[in-house]
Every structure is written in C-alpha cells, then in structure tokens.
C-alpha cells in the first residue's frame, strides 16, 4: 500500500470514529457496544482497501524501486565531421547527423552488442552511395537529397536493428571550396576567351574565303554593304581590286589593270616616256596594291588605321601560307621602332668643286 493510500485509510476511520462516538453520547449506547466499535474501525476500512486492491491488480512499484531499476538504453547517437567521398578524386564532403535507431527481436543466443556503432555504419554506407557519385560543387542540393534517403528507418547488414538520421548537415572543407571557386572562374574565363578566338577565326576565314576570295566577290559584297548604290560600287572597283589582289598575294587580272590606270588623281605619265612603256602591274606587289588602296581611301601615312587594316591582311595571307608576303607586309605598314641618329638628319654631303673665280687667265 502507498503512502497516500495509507493516509486516506487512517483519515477515514478516525472520521468513522468520531461519528460512531457522537452518536453513541447522545443515544446514550450500552457500554458493551464501544469496544465492538472500535474492533469494526479497524476492520472494516482494512477489508475495503484489500477487496479494492485485488480487483485493480497489482500496486506500480515504489519510488524506491524505481531509483534501483536500470536506466532507459539511448537510442540516438550524433556524429560529426566524417569525411565521405565525392566524384572527384582528393574533394570529400564533411558530413554530420544524428543517427536514431531501434532494436529489432533477435535469438535469445545473439551475442552483446553495440547498437550505435551498428546504426552509424548503416547510415554512413547509405548516405556514401550517394555522395561518391555527386560532383563536389553540389554540396547543398547532396544535402537535401540525404535528407530524403536517410529519413526512412532502413534495416542494417546483420539485421539486428533498423536505423535513419535527421538533422543532416554536408559541406566542403573551405580550401576545396576556394579552389573550386577558383577553378569556375577559369573555366568561365576559357570559355569566354574560345568563343571570342572562334568569332575571329570565322571572321578571318569569312573575309579571306568569301568577301577577299576574288575580285567579283569583293564586288558584291562591297554592294550590299553601300545598299545597292551601284555607282559607288563602280567607282570603288579599282580599290576593291588592289584590296583583292594584297589579301591573296596574286597580281590583278589584266581585264581590271585599265580601271587602276583610270584613277582619279593619278597623275599622266611623262611625253618622255610614252615610247618607253613603264613596268606593267605584273610586276608591282602585294605591298604595292595595299599602299595604293589606302592611298585612295584616304589613309595617309602615320594613320593607325593603315596599321590596324595591314595586320589583318597579314593574318589572312599567312593562313594560306604566303609566310613572305606576310612578312612583307608587316615590315612595311608596321615596321619596328629603330634609333635614327642626328634626330633622323641625313649628314650633310660635301662636294669639291672648282672655283669659278680662281681660274686660268684667259687667252
């Protein structure tokens, strides 16, 4: 019987006993009844707590029993920093949970066990499966797929216990993050760089296989460009030749050499040598068309533009190698920075002559 019990039980018959003693005082009761009293006082309440202990069963045990039971077996374990592997060689994610788990009924011959250490295997194999086949930049969205795989109570290899995790945290030691960081950067930086190297390569082999292929490509393109002005593009067919004709280190067809003759501004050649036939175009160079057409556009010396037209014309003529010409062409419009003595002064040159006024007397 518990204390409370056991208070109740004495609280009742002193109460039973102090109305059985009223009512014996005023009816005034032979004195033979009162010790018949008191035997009932301790009876009664006694049997009526016996009968109702028998039918609620057994009484829980004391507190005193409960301090000498043993304690309640944990079913929870944390675990924290474990590096797991990840698709890439030498970049682990770090990984930490807390691992619950239950004990599933076994042979009464099973061997101890440590639960924890079955339950922290189980999910860290799990939880591997998936991380050596994720890329190591993908560490938060590799966390949010562990926390779906591992919330579910899943048995263990020897079958002894079933176990899940919660509280999921997966991320990079910083120096593989700094690396990776570093290592988005130049691939960005690569990718931007190929599309512009390809951008210049189409346009070289655009200009040099279509527009500069020949004379009569460069004529249409030329046209298009001016919106069908048909009279411009005549007029600049000369330059469109000599342009034409230094881009593919070739000599202008003779049918175009009469519309070089027929420039605007060039001067007429001398009476003297009309008879004497000057050298034909055969013999002028690539260098020699290309400073012709920047001439008739306007492109004086010392104009970076002269510059900036001869180094893409280069870079066309070596893809067909025309190595020389190339060459040519740079030591001309782009020729290096040399030291010219005297601030580029020529010396002055010194003849000898006679003196007029010192001669022989005359005759």
């Known amino acids: 019987m518990t204390t409370a019990r056991k208070t ?19 009816q005034r009761w032979p004195t033979w009844t009162w010790p018949t009293l008191a035997v009932l006082l301790l009876v009664v309440p006694a049997a009526a707590f016996r009968i109702a202990s028998l039918r609620r069963g057994s009484m829980p045990v004391s507190f005193e029993e409960q301090l000498t039971a043993s304690p309640v077996e944990r079913t929870d374990h944390h675990v924290s920093q474990v590096a797991l592997p990840s698709l890439w060689a030498d970049y682990h994610f770090v990984f930490s949970a807390t691992v619950r788990w239950y004990l599933l009924e076994s042979p009464e011959n099973t061997p101890v066990l ?3 250490g079955l ?17 190591p930049g993908q560490a938060s969205l590799v966390q949010h797929e562990l926390n779906g795989a591992l919330s579910r109570m899943c ?25 990776l960081n570093r290592l988005a950067k130049v691939r960005k930086d690569e990718a931007v760089w190929e599309h512009q190297r390809k951008y210049e390569q189409n346009k070289r082999q ?7 292929k020949d004379t009569g490509s460069a004529v249409v393109w030329w046209l298009a460009k001016n919106d069908e002005h048909v009279e411009k593009t005549v007029a600049d067919l000369a330059l469109l030749a000599q342009l034409t004709s230094a881009a593919n280190d070739t000599d202008i067809p003779e049918r175009l050499q009469n519309i070089l003759s ?17 050298p034909t175009s055969q013999e002028r160079t690539a260098v020699d068309h290309l400073s012709g057409f920047f001439d008739a556009m306007g492109f004086t010396e010392g104009d970076v533009r002269r510059v900036m037209l001869a180094k893409q014309i280069s870079d ?9 010409t190339a060459e040519d062409l740079l030591r001309r419009f782009d020729p290096p920075a040399t030291f010219t003595p005297n601030n580029g002064e020529e010396p002055n040159s010194h003849t000898d002559a006679p003196d007029e006024t010192s001669g022989a007397p005359l005759a």
């Open 8 to 26: 109740t039980t004495v609280f009742l018959t002193i109460l039973c006993g102090l109305l059985l003693t009223i009512a014996g005082l005023t």
């Open 114 to 116: 440590n639960p924890a």
């Open 119 to 135: 339950a922290v295997e189980a999910v860290l194999n799990r939880a591997r499966t998936i991380t050596e086949k994720r890329e």
């Open 155 to 179: 048995p263990d290899s020897t079958g002894h216990l079933q176990a899940m995790a919660e509280n999921i945290n997966l991320t990079l030691l910083e120096q593989d993050q700094e690396r």
């Open 206 to 212: 655009y200009l040099g296989n279509d527009v500069l």
């Open 262 to 278: 027929q420039q605007p501004g060039e001067p007429a050649a001398p009476e003297f040598l009309e008879e004497d036939p000057a």
């Open 316 to 324: 066309i003529v070596k893809q067909q190698n025309r190595h020389e």
